[in-house]
């Protein structure tokens, strides 16, 4: 199956990208990535920042289960955790036990799918 390429996509998406007063969004960040491509990549990302914050994922995912195909978030899941770990490999100073234990329970979810 072929990715989706006709949505407008954040890029870089996370919740450390959304400013919000109270329950109301106010502005979403950063948007040099910006481009055409599948929701469902800014989906796994949004879920995925919020590996931290279970209840906030969980809410996150079951949305993006019931938006999506299973094959597109395990393709969008798996580049995201590879990005994390170049990322901490690469950029930030080598957290790469931390993201590594992030994917090992995002896996566990995934596994389910």
């Known amino acids: 199956k072929a990715l989706g390429n006709s949505d407008l996509v954040h890029g870089d998406f996370g919740i450390s990208q959304v400013l919000t007063t109270g329950p109301k969004i106010t502005a979403v960040l950063d ?14 990302a949004l879920w995925y920042s919020l590996m931290d914050n279970p209840e906030a994922g969980e809410q996150v995912f079951a ?51």
């Open 31 to 44: 948007w040099d990535q910006v481009g055409y491509g599948d929701r469902t990549m800014d989906l796994v």
């Open 63 to 113: 949305s993006l289960v019931k938006n999506s195909d299973p094959e597109s978030i395990k393709i969008f899941a798996a580049h995201k955790m590879l990005a994390k770990v170049a990322w901490q490999i690469n950029k930030a100073g080598g957290e790469v036990a931390t993201v590594a234990q992030q994917a090992k329970i995002a896996l566990q979810i995934l596994h389910a799918l």
